[in-house]
Nanobody, 115 residues
Framework: VQLVESGGDLVQPGESLRLSCAASGFDFNAVGMRWFRQAPGKERELVAYISNTGRGTVYGDSVKGRFTISRDNDKATVALQMSSLKPEDTAVYYC?????????WGLGTQVTVSS
């Protein structure tokens, strides 16, 4: 299983950013996918979840209405579109999936929101 995140950057408050996760080594169409984030000194938190078909999504309270998760099962990728970014969105963002009760993680991509 391999998960590779990309798209992190330094942006100003109010701007948008799109993260992507490329998945390989497993049946991507069969599993849900998640984005987590972890800010310095804080616990890792769930940002968004998308079901294997893409028809079901769940968002953390802090990002509802601003972030959108999507997936392309043909390309085995999952994206996180982030808008109206705030300084408190600054964190390392991780792609995640759960397969046979085991969590798999990417290495993460840094998002910094600062003026």
């Amino acid at each position: 299983v391999q998960l590779v995140e990309s798209g992190g950057d330094l942006v100003q408050p109010g701007e948008s950013l799109r993260l992507s996760c490329a998945a390989s080594g497993f049946d991507f169409n069969a599993v849900g996918m998640r984005w987590f984030r972890q800010a310095p000194g804080k616990e890792r938190e769930l940002v968004a979840y998308i079901s294997n078909t893409g028809r079901g999504t769940v968002y953390g309270d802090s990002v509802k209405g601003r972030f959108t998760i999507s997936r392309d099962n043909d390309k085995a990728t999952v994206a996180l579109q982030m808008s109206s970014l705030k300084p408190e969105d600054t964190a390392v963002y991780y792609c995640n999936t759960l397969i046979a009760d085991k969590n798999y993680w990417g290495l993460g991509t840094q998002v910094t929101v600062s003026s």
